[in-house]
């Protein structure tokens, strides 16, 4: 059976007005169980990641910082959340949730956390919303336990996965992959082993013309015995953040490309969710809804 994970503490509570859209954490699997797409025994609740996992990947000093609560004003601007107990919790019980994903993977061929795709996050800081990366995290979990030896990171979110680049630029057992908006946030990119940076206003033909010309041959060419799928639906055209304009449909043709072609060449996939800020949360929920539809009908 396919797993997914999730926790009541993903959905942080948040200063009112605040951009980042917590419901979506409560109204995905809420709606996946109303509508008979899943059931509560394809759920589970991770625990929080244990500090000698995190340190795999997460330099020592802030991870510390980062538990005390010792964050500087500046630092939780650049992150844009304000600290507390609960927010480092959340991130824990988050990263833990994308290693216990790939865990299951190696299991059932796939597995997603409804929460993750955190990758803004660096060693030795976070932003964006990130403060621990946890496929980061996963990945160096898995190549120190010797459950993989080649990974890919296709990272689709509309924002270049910087601090995965620079996390990994010297890991040559995962190789990096983000399409992202070329003008978009990070305004000041790193080098990911292959960076595709779209113009302002790429719609869907086009995104899929580059995504059916580059991933079938980079999987032949990387040949990961596992990948991780960072799925944000930040591409829509709705959305105030991402300059794209790729439809729903778009965005559940790209899932279910990558999807298919994974499951094609037998490689376990998880999937993390990533960005997406469309003024009406019904667009982000249908969106990543349809990722977890199309990943239950290849692999549940």
Do not use: W
């Not at 990171?153 to 190789?175: C, P, S």
């Not at 999987?219 to 944000?232: A, E, H, N, R, W």
């Amino acid at each position: 059976m396919l797993k997914i994970a999730h926790s009541s503490i993903y959905a942080h509570p948040l200063p009112e007005g605040h951009r980042f859209p917590m419901l979506k954490y409560e109204l995905i699997p809420e709606q996946l169980l109303y509508e008979g797409s899943i059931t509560e025994s394809h759920l589970f609740a991770p625990e929080k990641c244990a500090a000698e996992d995190i340190l795999l990947t997460h330099d020592e000093a802030y991870f510390q910082r980062l538990i005390g609560q010792q964050l500087t004003a500046s630092e939780q601007r650049v992150i844009g959340f304000p600290q507390s107990e609960q927010l480092t919790n959340r991130e824990l019980v988050i990263t833990q949730g994308t290693i216990d994903c790939a865990l299951f993977a190696l299991e059932h061929g796939c597995a997603l956390n409804v929460a993750g795709g955190t990758h803004h996050a660096f060693a030795d800081r976070g932003e964006g919303f990130c403060l621990l990366n946890d496929m980061a995290v996963a990945a160096n979990y898995m190549l120190h336990r010797n459950l993989a030896k080649k990974i890919l990171i296709i990272d689709l979110d509309v924002h270049q996965g910087n601090g995965t680049a620079k996390l990994m630029e010297n890991t040559a057992e995962v190789f990096t992959f983000s399409v992202h908006g070329k003008n978009n946030y990070p305004f000041r990119k790193e080098t990911s082993d292959l960076d595709i940076g779209l113009e302002d206003g790429a719609a869907g033909p086009e995104y899929m013309e580059m995504l059916e010309t580059t991933l079938p041959g980079l999987v032949d060419k990387v040949q990961p015995d596992f990948v991780f799928y960072l799925s944000g639906v930040d591409v829509l055209a709705t959305d105030k953040l991402g300059k794209f304009k790729l439809s729903l449909e778009d965005c559940k043709q790209r899932d279910k490309f990558v999807l298919d072609l994974v499951h094609k060449h037998k490689i376990p996939v998880t999937v993390a969710l990533g960005g997406g800020y469309s003024p009406d949360i019904k667009d982000i929920v249908e969106a990543h809804c349809n990722t977890f539809r199309l990943a239950l009908d290849l692999f549940d």
